[in-house]
């Protein structure tokens, strides 16, 4: 069970890498997660992995997220995947499982933390802030590198 809520936490924050074989069983449970979720709660999600991200050394100087928010955070995440795995996904969590063990949890979670990141990126004012970038690339040579 530790295995499965390490594998929970790492594919929800993004940290999870690399492209594991998906099984059938794993792109169920992934279906059953995201659809089990409505939009406030793929919000919150992206909130906690916001909230985890601003806890690193090189960001926190810039965040005014507070231990508080973190915790309450916390609370929320763990009340949520308690319930899409016990209440709305036990079959295809326990399917999911007996397949791939808790790399089945690293591939559906992985999915869950896109679509929860891709509620926020929906917001045109975040479209608008990563993209402000564009600006100030080199055009010159970018153009020199495609003719």
């Known amino acids: 069970m530790n295995k499965i809520i390490k594998a929970i936490v790492l594919s929800s924050s993004l940290i999870a890498t690399g492209a594991a074989y998906a099984s059938q069983e794993a792109q169920q449970l992934s279906i059953c997660l995201t659809d089990s979720m409505n939009g406030k709660e793929r919000k919150n999600l992206a909130k906690w992995i916001f ?18 928010d973190i915790g309450d955070s916390s609370e929320y995440v763990g009340a949520l995947i308690t319930r899409l795995i016990t209440e709305d996904c036990p079959s295809q969590a326990k399917a999911a499982s007996k397949v791939l063990g808790s790399a089945a949890f690293d591939q559906a979670f992985k999915v869950v933390g896109e679509v929860a990141m891709q509620e926020l990126m929906a917001e045109p004012s ?3 802030s ?18």
Not at 51 to 68: L, Y
Not at 130 to 147: I, P, R, S, T, Y
């Open 126 to 128: 975040v479209g608008q």
């Open 130 to 147: 990563l993209g402000a970038f564009e600006k100030h690339l080199d055009k010159e040579k970018f153009n020199a590198v495609f003719q």
């Open 51 to 68: 909230f985890g991200m601003s806890s690193h050394s090189s960001i926190k100087p810039f965040s005014k997220v507070t231990e508080s």
